[in-house]
């Protein structure tokens, strides 16, 4: 590391081995982690159904926002939606 010591709210100390051994386990896929799915939206107390909505762009971030999309195997709608709910993550966790 840089010098700095790192230590985590529980008071362990982020060492360089615990953060070596961390990527390790996410290139593996997290071998043996057990993931519990929620339904909904994680800023929603209740999943709202989802309404079409008109923004405005110009035609170029319109075929931006297309092959990105296009290269990461999702709809346009769905990627819009992921962008929004990236930036609004950054809100809620402020």
């Known amino acids: 590391m840089t010098g700095r010591r790192y230590i985590a709210e529980n008071g362990t100390e982020i060492t360089d081995e615990l953060v070596d051994r961390w990527a390790e386990e996410a290139e593996n896929g997290f071998p043996g982690a057990e993931v ?12 709202e159904p989802l309404r079409p909505r008109t923004i405005r762009l110009s035609d170029t971030m319109w075929h931006l926002i297309e092959a990105d999309a296009k290269r990461s195997h999702m709809s346009v709608s769905a990627w819009t939606r992921a962008a929004m709910t990236d930036r609004l993550s950054h809100l809620v966790d402020a």
Do not use: V
């Open 36 to 47: 519990t799915p929620f339904e909904g939206r994680a800023w929603e107390a209740d999943t």
